[in-house]
T-cell receptor, first 107, second 115 residues
Framework: DAKTTQPNSMESNEEEPVHLPCNHSTISGTDYIHWYRQLPSQGPEYVIHGLTSNVNNRMASLAIAEDRKSSTLILHRATLRDAAVYYCPRGGQNFVFGPGTRLSVLP | GAGVSQSPSNKVTEKGKDVELRCDPISGHTALYWYRQRLGQGLEFLIYFQGNSAPDKSGLPSDRFSAERTGESVSTLTIQRTQQEDSAVYLC?????????????FGPGTRLTVT
């Protein structure tokens, strides 16, 4: 079964950049790479997605490896409000969400 | 504009009873997804609708679970003869189109507790 793999947890200091990795070695050529996050007691929230090129939006940047087997979500300056579980679901007709990475941000 | 809404927000039911969970997607979104999230776990895909057809029902855990969608609007997830292991937050999401080219917008979820 094609899944994505992420570290269980990561820690960052406030106002420092954070690089969250995701491996998706079996992704198909037409599947987009998505990132979502889930704050405590809330539903997941879309962060960013892309196909081949790196992407930027007001929330984050997405760096996609040339072979598309991995990607990195970049939060340029972490804030306390960025503490959440971050998911990089496998795309396709349905989305497969793994357990994600729990990001802690230290003041 | 209005986001995805779900009702009820909380539901407590006795084991063996049937429950219906409702999802109102964002207007114009043709794709609709249902997920389940047990306490402390990641999201578990249940079913995907494109319009009112469900091309992928592979995630439904048993035949006690069913879902339907009216046109490109409201969807209902029904759980018959509820069991304690059905206790979870049930999340609905919608997107402009299917496949992975469109981002999903999630509702706040329905917390189901089976006693």
């Amino acid at each position: 079964d094609a899944k994505t793999t992420q570290p269980n947890s990561m820690e960052s200091n406030e106002e420092e950049p954070v690089h969250l990795p995701c491996n998706h070695s079996t992704i198909s050529g037409t599947d987009y790479i998505h990132w979502y996050r889930q704050l405590p007691s809330q539903g997941p929230e879309y962060v960013i997605h892309g196909l081949t090129s790196n992407v930027n939006n007001r929330m984050a940047s997405l760096a996609i490896a040339e072979d598309r087997k991995s990607s990195t979500l970049i939060l340029h300056r972490a804030t306390l409000r960025d503490a959440a579980v971050y998911y990089c679901p496998r795309g396709g007709q349905n989305f497969v969400f793994g357990p994600g990475t729990r990001l802690s941000v230290l003041p | 504009g209005a986001g995805v809404s779900q009702s009820p927000s909380n539901k407590v039911t006795e084991k063996g009873k049937d429950v219906e969970l409702r999802c109102d997607p964002i207007s114009g979104h043709t794709a609709l997804y249902w997920y389940r999230q047990r306490l402390g776990q990641g999201l578990e895909f249940l079913i995907y609708f494109q319009g009112n057809s469900a091309p992928d029902k592979s995630g439904l855990p048993s035949d006690r679970f069913s879902a339907e969608r009216t046109g490109e609007s409201v969807s209902t997830l029904t759980i018959q003869r509820t069991q304690q292991e059905d206790s979870a937050v049930y999340l609905c999401a919608s997107s402009l189109g299917g496949w992975s080219s469109y981002e999903q917008y999630f509702g706040p979820g329905t917390r189901l507790t089976v006693t």
